[in-house]
Structure formats: structure tokens, C-alpha cells
């Protein structure tokens, strides 16, 4: 399966914007780019995907690199509720080991500070 | 209605007893999860069913069993579990087992075995 790269830990003030980065190198031409977040005594929650063109929700902006080996996750003005472990996840096409898979990595720790 | 409910919120068993985690969602999802979470740890992928036919098993030990009855209701039953079987146990949902269908995920039974 291919890996993402995550800085452990960010921080950032609120009302402020965040870019969380992650490096996906070994991305294949099906792989299917996730972010999901995690709040501290909850279970996981999505946040947004993509596939190759940026795409914003009411949640969050992705911007995905033009090689596609990179991708970053942006909140436009970070609340003290966006504290989070930020999970970036590669889900893979069909005849993969990936497939229906989500394989989280180690996430980024996102600390906002009043 | 995007919820996935789990009971119970905690549970305590020693290495002898039998027990089962519930998971219930009521979306008409045909795709349910479950994950182990240990402390400060990524959530791991366990079992997956699709339209309630086992789909997925990544390797468990036998000493967990998972079942569901029907399309709204995943159960895991546990025995003999082992200390280092403590953990949170998340179950999650999706429309279908795909490529880009949004998980939905339950707050989890924190587990802790004597």
C-alpha cells in the first residue's frame, strides 16, 4: 500500500489559517487522497478528498500537488473545536489491497492556540 | 441521521469472561467496520462487512468474533481476551465498501481487560 508522511505536530493560533502537509511519493494513478480528523474522545470523522483537482466544502480546502506526490490540507481560520489528530489517507482502486481500505498513518497532532 | 452508536461506553472484563461490543447505524449503510485503537495510536483496520457477508478479516486473533445479524447491527463478541487486548474499540459505516464512500464513525467502547 502506499504511505503518507505526516509532520507530527502543528500549531497555530485561532482565527488564523492552518496548512497541514503530506507527502504521498508512491501514490498510484487510482489512489483517491483522504483527510479524516480525529477530536480528543471521539471516533474519526471525514473531513474532505480528492483525486487530482483541488477541492473545497464547508469543512476545509484540499490543494493537491500537480504530480500528485504531495497534498495539503487547509482550514482557512482555525477554531479552538479544530484541535484535532489530522489523518491524511490514501484509499486505493479496485484489484488493490487497499481497496474499501482506510489505512491510517501516524496523523498530525494540530494544536490551536486562544 | 449520521449517527453510529456503540454500547457500551466502557467496558471492564477479566481474561476468563465473554462479552460482546455493540455497534448499531441507521443510515441504510451495507458497509460496517470495526478498528482497534490503543493509546496514542492510529486506529487499525479489524473486520469489514459488506451487505452483512464478512468481507474483510485483517489477520484478528480468533479470540474475537464478529457478527452481523443485519444490515443495521455489527456486534464483536470477545473471550479469552489478553491485558494487551485494552483498547478502544471503534465501529464505523459507509454506504457501500468502495473507493471513496465517507466512513461514519461511532465514539468507540473503551475496553480494558484484567
Same mark, same amino acid.
Given at each position: 500500500?502506499?504511505? %503518507? %508522511? #505526516?509532520? *507530527?505536530?502543528?500549531?497555530? *493560533?485561532?482565527?488564523?489559517?492552518?496548512? &497541514?502537509?503530506? *507527502?504521498?511519493?508512491?501514490?498510484s494513478g487510482t489512489?483517491?487522497?483522504?483527510?479524516?480528523?480525529q477530536l480528543p474522545? #471521539?471516533?474519526?470523522?471525514?473531513?474532505?478528498?480528492? &483525486? %487530482?483537482? *483541488?477541492v473545497n466544502n464547508r469543512m476545509a480546502s484540499l490543494a493537491i500537488a500537480e504530480d500528485r506526490k504531495s497534498s495539503t490540507l487547509i482550514l482557512h481560520r482555525a477554531t479552538l473545536r479544530d484541535a484535532a489528530v489530522y489523518y491524511c489517507i490514501l484509499r486505493g482502486g479496485p484489484g488493490g489491497t487497499s481497496y474499501g481500505k482506510l489505512t491510517f498513518g501516524q496523523g498530525t497532532i494540530l494544536t490551536v492556540h486562544p | 441521521d449520521t449517527e453510529v452508536t456503540q454500547t457500551p461506553k466502557h467496558l471492564v472484563m477479566g481474561m476468563t469472561n465473554k462479552k460482546?461490543? /455493540?455497534c448499531e447505524q441507521h443510515m441504510g449503510h451495507r458497509a460496517m467496520y470495526w478498528y482497534k485503537q490503543k493509546?496514542? /495510536?492510529?486506529?487499525? +483496520?479489524?473486520?469489514?462487512?459488506s451487505y452483512e457477508?464478512?468481507?474483510?478479516n485483517e489477520s484478528v486473533p480468533s479470540r474475537f468474533s464478529p457478527?452481523?445479524?443485519n444490515s443495521s447491527l455489527l456486534n464483536l463478541h470477545l473471550h479469552a481476551l489478553q491485558p494487551e487486548d485494552s483498547a478502544l474499540y471503534l465501529c464505523a459505516s459507509s454506504?457501500? +465498501?468502495? +473507493?471513496?464512500?465517507?466512513?461514519?464513525?461511532?465514539?468507540?467502547t473503551r475496553l480494558l481487560v484484567l
Open positions: 500500500d502506499a504511505k %503518507t %508522511t #505526516q509532520p *507530527n505536530s502543528m500549531e497555530s *493560533n485561532e482565527e488564523e489559517p492552518v496548512h &497541514l502537509p503530506c *507527502n504521498h511519493s508512491t501514490i489512489d483517491y487522497i483522504h483527510w479524516y480528523r474522545s #471521539q471516533g474519526p470523522e471525514y473531513v474532505i478528498h480528492g &483525486l %487530482t483537482s *483541488n | 460482546s461490543l /455493540k493509546a496514542k /495510536k492510529p486506529p487499525e +483496520l479489524m473486520f469489514v462487512y457477508k464478512l468481507s474483510i457478527e452481523c445479524p454506504q457501500v +465498501l468502495g +473507493l471513496i464512500e465517507t466512513q461514519y464513525f461511532g465514539p468507540g
